[in-house]
């Protein structure tokens, strides 16, 4: 009999990284990563003992080929990966900056996962041996394509009676294909059951405004009562959600809220310095609250633990977490 597994579905992207300031051309050196946001949680929660399966689209050749070894090499089943189109997805990011950055250059056009195909994929057989999915809001970004089979996909899975976890991270330079955030995730988060995000993702994407719109200035406390009141209308308006975390990283703390099955939470208060790295942050806190949430976590104990992941990922480099459990306790407030 089959191990129930974690399903991540999303664009796996590779992530070209050239050191801030160098000149990466003369010396011919450019770090290299294998990224995209989903491709994190689960190499995360891989790494973390927890089975997991991923699904993409990804061109048949000798570099998918060398990829899915390596993934394999990490315990994540590769099953699900598509082979279609003709290239894989990348970006450029110089090392240290944010994705959200001025600086950060996409070059996914036309990708075997933006062209992947409604009724392409045999959901019903993927999802059989899966007990949670999740997806983000980025792979909804890229095409109406993409986002229709990932339509299909939380209908399969709702079907099913999988929970569903969503990440509203939100690119601004992706959404080019005529279709707006609000329009596009307020149709796909009523099949979700856990959200995660931050209070202005949640504005741009679902439409529910922020009474604060920025950190600057404001106390914890002027934070986390915004945040409540975000997630409490974010619960009226999409009634599955039984949790909701966001996750607040400011000049040099980190802290996390959790709402779950009306309880409100905060993690401690994180202190950060010598931030070596920003990307694969929040895709560390979402691997935290599935790992907490599949292990039946108390609330305290799931935002805890996510945000001190989270944490901790910021001192890591490339995209995906290499932090044990034992060295995330250690960190844990």
Known sequence: MSIAKVFCFGEILLHYAPPLNSDFIKSQNMPFYLGGAELNVASALAKWDM?????????????????????????????????????????????GLDMKSAGVVYDRDNSSFASIQKGSIAWKEVLKDVHWFHFSAISAALTQNATDVCEEALIAATELGIPISVDLNYRAKLWQYGKTPIEVMTRLVKYCTVLMGNLWAVEEMLGINSTIKSSEGFSTADLEQAAHKSMTILKEQFPLLNTMAYTFRLADTYFGVIFNKNNFYKSPTYKIIDVKNIVGTGDCFMAGLIYGIRHQHTPEEIINFAAAAAVGKLYELGDATEQSLEQIKKRML
């Not at 998918?64 to 997805?89: C, E, Y």
């Open 51 to 95: 089975p997991v399966k991923y699904g993409t689209a990804m061109p048949s050749h000798f570099l998918t080929d060398t990829i899915i070894s390596d993934l394999a090499k990490k315990n994540i089943d590769t099953s699900a990966i598509q082979f279609s189109g003709h290239r894989i997805g990348c970006f450029y990011l110089a090392t």
